[in-house]
């Protein structure tokens, strides 16, 4: 599977999840999905296990880059994606952010009402100027995220 569907399968698993009261790891399995393209492969599994093992702290990166919003009225698939390109920018492979916000802004387009891509790019670069200033380009190696989803 392409990273880029990777990444969309990923979307799906944490816009769901934002309807339950459960951790995305709590979600059936790839066997239960109903189709290939929203099967979770390793590095989905690692993007969807970086979120849930830094939740909180993605979440307070998502508020404190909001201007003039509360994280609660963000609608869902745009949190989605927020929460998704973070965890791959700050806990992912290092030097990924301007990768991590393109594919945020596609999955935007793509999922998001009309303007929301602009939205997810401001934000995503404000979040990728404060990582860049202090010295944070990632921390994870490829392999890491595949086992950090695989431990789920």
């Known amino acids: ?3 880029r569907d990777s ?3 990923a979307l799906a698993a944490l816009f769901s999840a934002s309807f339950l ?6 979600l ?3 066997d239960a999905l109903p189709d290939e393209s929203t099967q979770l ?3 989905a599994q690692g993007l969807v296990g970086l979120f849930e093992a830094h939740r909180d702290d993605i979440d307070r990166e ?3 880059n909001l201007k003039d919003w509360r ?9 989605a994606i927020l929460r ?5 920018m700050l806990y992912g492979e290092a030097g990924m952010h301007s990768i991590a916000i393109n594919e945020a802004v596609e999955l935007a387009k793509k999922y998001g009402g009309d303007d929301d891509y602009q939205f997810i790019n401001g934000v995503l670069g404000s979040v990728a100027r404060e990582a860049v200033a202090s010295g944070d380009t990632g921390t994870s190696a490829p392999q890491d995220m595949a086992q950090t989803g695989e431990a789920r």
Do not use: C
């Open 41 to 43: 492969d390793d590095f």
């Open 62 to 64: 998502i508020e404190h």
């Open 7 to 9: 990444r969309e399968a």
């Open 28 to 30: 059936p399995g790839p």
């Open 71 to 79: 994280i609660q009225r963000l609608p869902r698939v745009s949190l």
């Open 84 to 88: 998704l390109a973070i965890a791959e």
């Open 1 to 3: 599977m392409k990273r």
């Open 21 to 26: 009261d459960e951790p995305v790891t709590e």
